[in-house]
Nanobody, 116 residues
């Protein structure tokens, strides 16, 4: 069974930075895309950023210019560098892997809290 191991969440002041990492323990099939979603209390889960196997990136408008997604294909790892963090970025961040076959895999979530 594939396991996604997330790390890097925590508490930071507004304007600060955090780097999230997510490693897929093994590959079920080829990876189509890897990404990060987030869910704040009382809100729906939303896409933050996504990167395809070819390196094409997609960002939500609310993080453009502040967050950068990258991946290390050899390590089956995706990163999210978050700069200029705002209190409204506070949420649980989930790693997602979209395989070329079958259902997506999700991480357990890592809490990011930005204080004002």
């Amino acid at each position: 069974q594939v396991q996604l191991v997330e790390s890097g969440g925590g508490l930071v002041q507004a304007g600060g930075s955090l780097r999230l990492a997510c490693e897929a323990s093994r590959r079920a099939f080829s990876i189509n895309a890897m990404g990060w979603y987030r869910q704040a209390p009382g809100k729906q889960r939303e896409l933050v950023a996504r990167i395809t196997s070819g390196g094409t990136t997609t960002y939500a408008d609310f993080v453009k210019g502040r967050f950068t997604i990258s991946r290390d294909n050899a390590k089956n790892t995706v990163y999210l560098q978050m700069n200029s963090l705002k209190p409204e970025d506070t949420a649980v961040y989930y790693c997602n892997v979209a395989w070329t076959r079958g259902r997506d895999s999700w991480g357990q979530g890592t809490q990011v809290t930005v204080s004002s």
